[in-house]
T-cell receptor, first 110, second 112 residues
Framework: GDSVTQMEGPVTLSEEAFLTINCTYTATGYPSLFWYVQYPGEGLQLLLKATKADDKGSNKGFEATYRKETTSFHLEKGSVQVSDSAVYFCGGTSYGKLTFGQGTILTVHP | SQTIHQWPATLVQPVGSPLSLECTVEGTSNPNLYWYRQAAGRGLQLLFYSVGIGQISSEVPQNLSASRPQDRQFILSSKKLLLSDSGFYLC???????????FGEGSWLTVV
């Protein structure tokens, strides 16, 4: 079946540091790929998405590119802020079902 | 615009008691509906999904059940809760045929 593997955390960074959270997927066919963010005590919010190979999703300074050759969708941000502290989930959909990775806890210190 | 609501937001239930979490979606028709669980310190697990009234698919065997009595209503239930049922439950929806899924606010369940 489909599966998503993302970098285990927790990740701790200083403000303005560069962020990368790795995500790879295994699927039959070509899934759409997503990053969701969960702020403390809240539900999940869609952060960005890409629906086909070489698509780049971007939002709030975050970016991820759908790499078919490496089956990856790594999340990046050039300069993180304290307000980016949250749990980040990579996910892929196939036939309407969204499969998530385990989540990566990000903590950004001032 | 479309909105999704689930309730209650928080509940504490004794072992062996029943459970009912309710979710409704507004502003769309015939959505796909989902229940996910996030156990403490773990990722998200798809529990149930539904593509129409009365059509429920279960992803994992468990102590829970789901029902869809109306087009935009999705209910998660249990007859007798276990300690292991504790977690954060998320309802979600998507447009039928589209891949983007949108989540509700979540419900924290603590079984004591």
């Amino acid at each position: 079946g489909d599966s998503v593997t993302q970098m285990e955390g927790p990740v701790t960074l200083s403000e303005e540091a560069f962020l990368t959270i790795n995500c790879t997927y295994t699927a039959t066919g070509y899934p759409s790929l997503f990053w969701y963010v969960q702020y403390p005590g809240e539900g999940l919010q869609l952060l960005l998405k890409a629906t086909k190979a070489d698509d780049k999703g971007s939002n709030k300074g975050f970016e991820a590119t759908y790499r078919k050759e490496t089956t990856s969708f790594h999340l990046e941000k050039g300069s993180v802020q304290v307000s980016d502290s949250a749990v980040y989930f990579c996910g892929g959909t196939s036939y309407g079902k969204l499969t998530f990775g385990q989540g990566t806890i990000l903590t950004v210190h001032p | 615009s479309q909105t999704i609501h689930q309730w209650p937001a928080t509940l504490v239930q004794p072992v062996g008691s029943p459970l009912s979490l309710e979710c409704t979606v507004e502003g769309t028709s015939n959505p796909n509906l989902y229940w996910y669980r996030q156990a403490a310190g773990r990722g998200l697990q798809l529990l149930f999904y539904s593509v129409g009234i009365g059509q429920i698919s279960s992803e994992v065997p468990q102590n829970l059940s789901a029902s869809r009595p109306q087009d935009r209503q999705f209910i998660l239930s249990s007859k007798k809760l276990l300690l292991s049922d504790s977690g954060f439950y998320l309802c979600a929806w998507s447009v039928n045929g589209r891949n983007t899924i949108y989540f509700g606010e979540g419900s924290w369940l603590t079984v004591v």
